[in-house]
Each structure stands twice: as structure tokens, then as C-alpha cells.
């Protein structure tokens, strides 16, 4: 049969099998894009066939195949056990396969010569062994030690050692990383074993090497191969140590091992860091990769095991030693000399790409002292129980590198060594500042990479030594400080160190320090100096005012740093140089965030400071910094409120470009967004003249199907907000466009609860805007029909929301159309089933609370607390608005359900007057009486026969609302009709906070009061009763005298 007519036909058309595979594999490693694809399609079709994962194991042990085609086979085994080896996983592979798997998975590894292959095959060993080991392959590990223990016999197979080794210690990586505390004890059950064997082989091959390098000898390959395989041994102790000990220190053949270790650590790095070595470069590499290794060992110990690395033997000795070397280093770190010239040269440090050793070790050194720092300042808290000898140990650890490590000396010394050489500006950085001033920007504001990078690292060392160390830190510090901080010095890297830890130490130095003469007498004359380097000066002003202006500058001193920041983000001065002037945009975040941060007083500022800002935007390329100072731009729009109006056109031409340029790169977009909506609540009603340039953006965001939807919804949906926040209301008619994407709301209603939440609050600001527009036949039906689909789904402040929204509907239909619309609007909520799944909550919560004791249970759709009193406050506003409409909508639902409209009724009224003592806020309470109260208009049986529990619930309610006054007539939430003129806020309003404002005091709970509403009513139900006497011998005798009592003392008859 034709191979290549094999993927031709449909996948379905191709039986599996181990023929048929190498060819679908060998078109799918192919150089042909159309092989390729097919070749592809068809193994992902085959990727739930029973027996596919061990034909591909097949193809990849048959050395007879090509490298690519086994290569592809071992990549497609490997991603097929990430989503089929689980016995829980849809079209799992069955236990007969994976046995066959199993069953050859260490043969092949140990006898793979090709590296890439062992590799990729030792992957796939460690992924099995997590799931399997030690339940369903409980002799994995023994077998490994095994082959391990026979590969160092004297002739045996030399390639079986690395490949079992490299098995060995991928398999320690996974199950080194594993959460589950089951993982982490079975890793632990086999770590001794696996220990004393591989360390004995550890400290065999090295001694080997280490006599071959120092005596001589024939065979450098077998040299050679003890290196290479010591590097691995000890990767794997390394992990083993860290990941198979719950105390380290506990154990005596670990004990010994870090003694050795630690030798070895000494003797090691003369070898690594001899210059002109007579060794090759790969020997001198690989010996180096040891001491990466322990040192790697050391910091994970101190970071995993503080108390352990403390009580090891030596290790505090350790910590001085890489001090040592770190101190070493600072020797000839930083450059010595300012810039004289505003060329910088190409001689001074390797590249980037190549960190010599002694500073990779270094670096470990500094994170080896940060972890010290740590287990005394801030130790790891955590709730598992620790026996008392854990405690000790904790506690003696703690003492000692207090005691014995960190003396007053040592402290002074790192501070001091940290601040002149580490802080201080290489020839290399220069020279990438010079060279690609962009991509060196974004590596130095990025401090989140300090573990790879040396003086990032010595940042967050100085600053853990500066806050825990203030008494001994801050005078010498200051003296640093007032020796070099005076326009007449002009040692420009020295100042830009110190100017460093100034700027990193604020909230620590701020009551020791004037910075606001500091500012005046020295800052502002050096952000001016035109002489060579002074550029570097000008990047740490920017920074260091970003880094003080939240913690001590003064109101009489923030034009200045306004002052400052414009004079820096001048392209026309030479010294301002693109890095300087990009950081100036960044740190002016800071300024513009800053928590006092006045308009009025940066208003001079602001023509010169955005122009500028916008003008870098165009010139930087990358768009991590066109984000960062896009960023400034939306936080200055925040901050400057409705003075930026005049600046809209400027910003807002800006963005198109950007937009664009974004390509795929979301982020981008999602700022852009932001910036509008901040432009938009910012300029209020003025924004208007651009909601229609907007509105296209927010719809190709929010449509169903939408590319960019599962990226861009949240930040459109506050545009969208904005939008109609500050849309004006009538008699300017709002515009089509805004009103047309109003059904597309319905459909975010399911996306989650974020995206609920504003979604409701969109919806409510529609109908605040346009009522008719929301309670169109067309929207209205399926609104409810929606909110209906949400009732008793959602945790209580989302329930809220939906019934807050529900409550303003019925005012909406009230205001718009009188009791004719709110029955219109009811009988929606009926056929929506709203108010049947609304008063099936409300029984729920009766049944509730008619059982008792702790064995009770609650039916599914219960409701209780605030949830109940978001029910309630529903019905409440359909009673206010029409109590007929109500007991209606009542009827309708006791008739569906088959039973009548007084047992409903029985149940409900018990409900709602026994939930009155649960409602904790005022207005809702008062509501609820309001409505209450209005079915004594219906002057019915079933409510007139509960008058002792309105009694109780007016005089409850009415002495709530008088306390604390001196007229009892009055009622505290009886509003007039509109604030006064002095209540209002003098400064320009959004829209719709006016028409906020406008529900507000339009709502029935302040417009009525409710003791004049009481008596009304209660006149009324008095005179159709037949009279006073009539009304007293058939309702008022049944109520308590003590309830009567009560309520007589209020006065209200």
C-alpha cells in the first residue's frame, strides 16, 4: 500500500498500526507544511485509540528508525500522558497498556545513546512515576537503584550510568515539585536509599576527577565522563536534600555530607576562577556548574530549611565565606570614576549573555544573606503543629545568626560595601544605556528579576538590612549622605549610589532627613547642570522624587517636584536623554498617585508635562514602555478630574496608533480602554462630543462570538459604564448608537460573577437614562426573563444587585405608566416565573423557620437574612405601587401551584411580619411597613385579622424613626423634596449621579411619612369598618391591650 496515500484519506479510514504510525510520523516530521498538516491531524485523531501510546513507545525503541521519526513519537507519548494517564481522564489509557509502557521504559532509557532522545524519554519515566509510584509501580525507584548499583561495576556498560542518572534525577524533579502531601512522603520513604548510593558515587567521581587534575593520567575521556556524571549526581542530591528530609539536620549521613560539600565548595572554586587555566574551557566550565550546584544547595537549604542550614555544621562560617567573595567582588564591581566624557567605552565587563562565575556565585551569596535575614525577621508562619524539639531548634537557629552572624560590624560592612560598589554604575551598563537606551530602561525598572542579577539583588539586601537595622544604619548613612549631597560634588556615581539608597531607605530615614530643603538647595540646581554624565544624576532624581513623594514632601514644595519632572521630560536639552526622559514618565506615576495630589495646584504643569509624555510615546519602540508611560497618562486623566477637558483632543488622538501597532498584544488595548474611561468620568458631560468614536470599540468587545471578548470585556464594560454615567439626560435625546447595544447586556449575564455585577449596574444606568427604552416590550420580557434565571443562584450581595435592579423597574414602570404599567410589569414577572421562584424562596424560608432544633433541615431554595429582606423589599415595592396588582400576582401564583390565595397569603404575611426583627436597615424597614400598611386598603379579613402584628410593627418601625427628635410627628426619612442648594457639590457632576440623586429623593420612603401615612390608613380602614365602635368590637378586641397600649403612647390617633 502507498505510505503517502495513507494520510490522504480520512482519519477514520486509517486502521492503527505500528506500520501505518511510522508513516502518519515520519509525513508529520517532515519538511512538507502539507504533510505536516495532515500528518498531525491524523495522530491527533488517534490520540483516544486504544493502543496508540505503546505503538508510539514501539516506534521510539526501534533503533532502526530515523532520529526524527522516534524523536516525534517520544514528544507525542509524552503530551499524551499529561491528558490520559490519569484513571480519572476522559478516554483514559487502559491498565493493560500502560503495563506494556511500563514494562520497557527503563531498558530503553539506560541504553539510548542519541542525548536528545534520553532526554525527552526520561521525561516521560518521571511524569509515570508521579502518577504510579509507589501504588501501581511500587518498584520504580528500587529497579533504578538497582540498575544504578550494577552500572558502576567494572564492566559495565558506561552509558548505562549517565542515562540512569539523568532517569534519576527528573524523577526527583517531579517529585520534588509535587503539592500533595502524599508526593512529598513518598519521596521521603526512598531518600535514604537513594542517598547513601548516590552519594557514595557522588564523592567517588569527584575524588577521581579531582586526583586525574592534580596527578595526571591517561585517560581524559574517563575524566571527563566522571565530571559529567559527578554535575549530574550532585543535581540530584541537590533536590534530594532539600525535598526528601523533613529535617536535614537531623540526619547524620547528611551531617556528613555538607561537611564534604562544603570542603569541596573551597576547593573547587581556585579551579573555576583561575584565570589562564591550563585546563580546557569545557573542564573549567563544568567544574564551575559544581559550585553553582552548591551554591544553589546552600541557598535552597536556608530558604526551605532555615533552622537546618543554621544547625549544619560550618554553615554560618559559609555565609561569612560567600561574604568574602561578595566583598572581593566589590573591588571591582562598579566603575570608580564619573563619566567624563558622553561617549562611553567598550572595554570593562563581559557581556551580558556571559556573567562570569564569580558573580553567578555572588549572586547566591546575596540571596544566601537575604534568607538569613529572613528566618530572623520574618520567619514563615504556618498552622502545622510543631513539636517542641522543631521549636527549639527554630528558636537556636534564630539566636545564632543574630548572635553570631549578623554583629554590628559585619551589618555596617554590607551596608557600606552594598551602597559604594554595588549600587554603583558598570561600564557595561553605560554602555547599553548608550547603546539600546530602550531595552536597557525596561531591565532596570523591572526589579522583580533581583534573583538574576546582581545589583537588583543587593537593593533588596540593602533594604532588609535598612529597615531591620535603623538604629545602626541611619547616622552612618546620613553622614554618607551630607558628605556627597551638595551641587559642588560632582562624583556623579558615587552621588547616583548614595542618591540610591536615599531612595530605597525613605520610610526609613523621613524623620531623619529634610528632604524638602534637600529638594530646593541641591536637586533642583543639579537636574540643571549641562556637563557630561550628569545624565545619569538627572534618571536618579526622577526616581528618587518617585520614591520620597508618598512619604515626605511637602505641599510648598510639589511645584517644584512638578517643576523638576517638566524640566526632565524637555527633549531639547541634550542631557535628556531618551532614558532619562522615559524614566521621568514612569516615576511620574507616582507623583500623579500621590494620595494628596492637588489639580488645581498642577494645572501650570499640565500642557507641558502630557505633551511631553505623548511626544515619548511616539518615540520609544517597545511597547512595555508605551504601556508604562500610557499608564501615567490614564492616572494624571484620573487625578486632573474635569480639568482635562482641554487636553481630550491631544490624548485622544494619541490612541488610534496605538491600537493598531498593538496588533495582538491585548494589554495594550485593555490600557487604552482604561484611558478612555478615565477620560470620559473625568471630563463628565463634556465627554460626550467622543461617545460615539467609543461606542464601535465597546461593541465589537461585547458581542457574542467576539475575538477579543475573553480579553478586553471587563475594561469595556467600564467604558461602557462611563459612558452612560456621563451621557446627559432629557431633554437631550440620547444617541441610537448608545441605546442599540442594550440586548447584548442579556447574554453577559451568565459570564460570571464579575461580569454580572457590572453588567446589572449597566442595565440599572439605562434605566436611569432611558425608562422607556428598558421597559420596551422588546427588552423588558427578556430581561426578566433573565433576572428570573439568576433568582436563587447567586451569593447574597449579587442577589442584592438583581433585586435592587427588579425594585427600580417597578418604580421605573410606576413612574412611567401608574398601576396600569406596574400590572403590566407584574404580569412579565409571572410568565418569567420571577415572582414563582421569589415566593418559593420566601415558603422555603418559612418552612425554615417553622421546624426547630438541631436536626432540622433547610429546603434547597430557602432563603433567609438579607437575602429574604432583598425578597421582601421586591414585593414591597409592587404593594406600594399596588397593593391590588400584588395580591393578584399572588392569586395567579397560589392557583398554579394548586393550592388558594389565603393559605399562600397565611403563610407569606406570618413570614414577612416574623422577618421584621432580622431587617437592620432603616429604609428597608420603612418600606416594608409602607407596603404593609396599604393593604388595609383592600380592607380585607386576612389582613385585618393580623392588626396586632401591624400594631407592633408601626410602633417598632415609627419609634425607630422618631428617636432622637423632638417632634414625634415627624420621621427622619421624610425628606423634602430635593437638596438644598448648600448640599449640592460646587464642583461639575456626573450625569447620572444627578439622576442618583434624583431616585433618591424621589423614592416613596423619603416622600412619605409614615406616621401621617399610618393614620390615614388607619382612618380609612376605621370608616369602612363601620365607625370606631363597630371596628373595635370585630378587629380591635382581638389585639393584645399591651400592644394597644404601645401604640396609643405614640400618638399617631
Known amino acids: 500500500m502507498d505510505a503517502e496515500y495513507l494520510i490522504e484519506v480520512p482519519g477514520e479510514a486509517n486502521p492503527l498500526t505500528e506500520g501505518i504510525l511510522y508513516h502518519v510520523l515520519r509525513s508529520a516530521a517532515s519538511n512538507d507544511p502539507q504533510q505536516i498538516q495532515t500528518g498531525t491531524k491524523q495522530l491527533q485523531k488517534w490520540e483516544t485509540y486504544k493502543g496508540y501510546y505503546s505503538l508510539l513507545q514501539a516506534v521510539f525503541v526501534d533503533k532502526s528508525l530515523p532520529l526524527e521519526v522516534r524523536y ?53 519515566i518521571a511524569k509515570i512515576v508521579r502518577f504510579e509510584f509507589p501504588n501501581d509501580w511500587p518498584d520504580a525507584i528500587t529497579q533504578l537503584i538497582q540498575i544504578i548499583r550494577s552500572s558502576i561495576a567494572p564492566n559495565a556498560n558506561r552509558l548505562h550510568l549517565p542515562r540512569s542518572l539523568l532517569i534519576l534525577l527528573h524523577i526527583i524533579k517531579e517529585l520534588s515539585t509535587g503539592r500533595l502531601m502524599r508526593t512529598r512522603a513518598n519521596l521521603q520513604s526512598v531518600t535514604p536509599e537513594i542517598f547513601h548510593v548516590l552519594g557514595r558515587i557522588y564523592i567517588e567521581k569527584v575524588q577521581r576527577w579531582q586526583a586525574f587534575l592534580r596527578d595526571g593520567g591517561d585517560d581524559e575521556g574517563g575524566a571527563l565522563e566522571d565530571i559529567e556524571q559527578s554535575l549530574l549526581a550532585i543535581k540530584v542530591l541537590r533536590r534530594l536534600l532539600i525535598a526528601g528530609y523533613e529535617f536535614p539536620n537531623r540526619d547524620k549521613d547528611v551531617q556528613e555530607f555538607w561537611g564534604i560539600v562544603r570542603n569541596q565548595f573551597g576547593d573547587f572554586l581556585p579551579i573555576a576562577l583561575l584565570e589562564d587555566s591550563p585546563l580546557s574551557p569545557d573542564v573549567q566550565q563544568l567544574i564551575g556548574k559544581h559550585i553553582l550546584q552548591l551554591a544553589k544547595l546552600h541557598v535552597e537549604m536556608a530558604q526551605v530549611h532555615p533552622a537546618a542550614f543554621v544547625l549544619l555544621p560550618y554553615s554560618l562560617d559559609l555565609v561569612r565565606a560567600y561574604w568574602g567573595l561578595i566583598a572581593k567582588l566589590g573591588e571591582v564591581f562598579g566603575s570608580k570614576t564619573a563619566v567624563t566624557s558622553s561617549k562611553v567605552g567598550t572595554d570593562g565587563d563581559a557581556d551580558g549573555d556571559d556573567t562570569p562565575i564569580i558573580e553567578k556565585i555572588c549572586l547566591k551569596g546575596l540571596l544566601l544573606i537575604r534568607a538569613c535575614l529572613k528566618m530572623v525577621f520574618y520567619p514563615a508562619q504556618t498552622f502545622k503543629y510543631r513539636h517542641a524539639e522543631e521549636k527549639e531548634e527554630k528558636t537556636r537557629a534564630t539566636q545564632l545568626v543574630k548572635s553570631d552572624l549578623l554583629t554590628e560590624d559585619l551589618v555596617r560592612e554590607m551596608m557600606s560595601t552594598i551602597v559604594s560598589r554595588f549600587f554603583v554604575f558598570r561600564s ?58 551638595t551641587p559642588e560634588n560632582e562624583d556623579i556615581l558615587f552621588k547616583d549610589s548614595v542618591y540610591t539608597a536615599i531612595g530605597l531607605s525613605a520610610d526609613v530615614l523621613h524623620e531623619h532627613l529634610d528632604f524638602d530643603a534637600f529638594i530646593s538647595s541641591t536637586l533642583v540646581v543639579e537636574v540643571q547642570k549641562q556637563k557630561p554624565g550628569y545624565n545619569i544624576l538627572r534618571r536618579r532624581i526622577a526616581i528618587l522624587l518617585g520614591q520620597w513623594i508618598s512619604i515626605k514632601v511637602s505641599e510648598q514644595s510639589k511645584p517644584l517636584v512638578y517643576e523638576i519632572f517638566r524640566h526632565l521630560l524637555d527633549n531639547s536639552d541634550p542631557l535628556n536623554d531618551q532614558v532619562v526622559r522615559v524614566t521621568a514618565g514612569r516615576q511620574f506615576k507616582n507623583i500623579a498617585d500621590e494620595w494628596e495630589f492637588k489639580a488645581v495646584t498642577f494645572k501650570p504643569f499640565t500642557p507641558d508635562v502630557l505633551t511631553r509624555l505623548m511626544a515619548l510615546i511616539g518615540e520609544v519602540e517597545l511597547p512595555e514602555t508605551k504601556m508604562a508611560l500610557l499608564s501615567t497618562i490614564s492616572s494624571l ?129 439605562y434605566l436611569l437614562l432611558s425608562p422607556a427604552t428598558v421597559l420596551a416590550d422588546d427588552f423588558r420580557i427578556a430581561l426578566l426573563a433573565s433576572l428570573a434565571e439568576l433568582l436563587g443562584n447567586l451569593k447574597p450581595d449579587a442577589n442584592g444587585i438583581v433585586t435592587h435592579l427588579v425594585e427600580c423597574v417597578v418604580r421605573g414602570a410606576s413612574g412611567f405608566g401608574g398601576e396600569s404599567a406596574v400590572q403590566v410589569l407584574v404580569g412579565d414577572m409571572l410568565s418569567s416565573s420571577f415572582l414563582a421562584k421569589l415566593l418559593a424562596g420566601l415558603h422555603g424560608g418559612w418552612q425554615l423557620h417553622q421546624s426547630h432544633g438541631p436536626n432540622r433541615s433547610a429546603p434547597d431554595h430557602a432563603v433567609d437574612g438579607v437575602v429574604e429582606t432583598d425578597y421582601f423589599s421586591v414585593l414591597a415595592r409592587v404593594g406600594l405601587a399596588s397593593p391590588r396588582v400584588l395580591l393578584d400576582a399572588i392569586a395567579s401564583v397560589s392557583s398554579a401551584g394548586g393550592g388558594g390565595v389565603e393559605a399562600t397569603l397565611d403563610w407569606l404575611l406570618e413570614e414577612w411580619f416574623g422577618h421584621f426583627e432580622n431587617i437592620g436597615d432603616g429604609p428597608s424597614r420603612k418600606l416594608g411597613a409602607l407596603a404593609l400598611t396599604r393593604l388595609l386598603e383592600l380592607a380585607q379579613p386576612w389582613i385585618l385579622g393580623r392588626l396586632q402584628s401591624l400594631m407592633t410593627l408601626w410602633t417598632d418601625v415609627v419609634s425607630e424613626l422618631t428617636d432622637g427628635l423632638d417632634d414625634k410627628s415627624a420621621d427622619c426619612l421624610h425628606w423634602p423634596a430635593a437638596p438644598s442648594a448648600d448640599e449640592l457639590p460646587t464642583e461639575p457632576e456626573a450625569p447620572e449621579d444627578v439622576r442618583r440623586r434624583e431616585l433618591i429623593y424621589s423614592d416613596p420612603v423619603h416622600r412619605i411619612n409614615l406616621i401621617a401615612f399610618i393614620r390615614e390608613h388607619l382612618q380609612d380602614t376605621i370608616q369602612a369598618a363601620g365607625g370606631e365602635k363597630a371596628f373595635r368590637e370585630e378587629w380591635l378586641e382581638r389585639v393584645d391591650k399591651d400592644v394597644v397600649a404601645a401604640f396609643g403612647a405614640l400618638g399617631i390617633l
Open 72 to 124: 516525534l513519537a517520544i514528544i507525542q507519548l509524552k503530551n499524551g500522558i499529561d491528558k490520559y494517564w490519569r484513571k480519572t481522564a476522559t478516554n483514559a489509557v487502559s491498565k493493560e497498556e500502560k503495563a506494556v509502557i511500563r514494562s520497557r521504559l527503563l531498558e530503553s532509557g539506560i541504553n539510548e545513546a542519541n542525548q536528545r532522545l534520553a532526554l525527552q524519554n526520561s521525561l516521560v
Open 637 to 765: 486623566v484620573e487625578r486632573l478630574d474635569h480639568h482635562i477637558t482641554p487636553y481630550a483632543d491631544s490624548i485622544i488622538s494619541l490612541l488610534p496608533p496605538l491600537w493598531e501597532q498593538s496588533g495582538e498584544e491585548h494589554l495594550m488595548k485593555q490600557a487604552i480602554l482604561t484611558v478612555l474611561s478615565r477620560l470620559t468620568n473625568a471630563m463628565k458631560a463634556n465627554s460626550r462630543v467622543y461617545h460615539s468614536q467609543f461606542l464601535p470599540i465597546i461593541r465589537s468587545s461585547i458581542e457574542p462570538g467576539s475575538d477579543t471578548q475573553v480579553y478586553l470585556l471587563e475594561d469595556a464594560l467600564d467604558l461602557w459604564s462611563s459612558i452612560l454615567a456621563q451621557t446627559p439626560s432629557a431633554p437631550e435625546p440620547a444617541l441610537p448608537d448608545l441605546l442599540s447595544p442594550l440586548p447584548h447586556l442579556l447574554p453577559l449575564f451568565s459570564l460570571g460573577t464579575d461580569t454580572l455585577r457590572k453588567s446589572l449596574e449597566i442595565t440599572e444606568s
Open 428 to 485: 557595561s551598563d553605560l554602555r547599553s544605556w548608550e547603546e539600546e537606551p530602550d531595552e536597557w530602561e525596561k531591565r532596570e525598572e523591572g526589579g522583580e528579576d533581583y534573583e538574576f542579577s546582581i545589583r537588583p539583588c543587593s537593593e533588596k539586601l540593602f533594604l532588609d538590612l535598612a529597615k531591620n537595622f535603623k538604629d545602626l544604619l541611619i547616622q552612618p548613612l546620613l553622614q554618607v549622605f551630607y558628605s556627597v549631597a
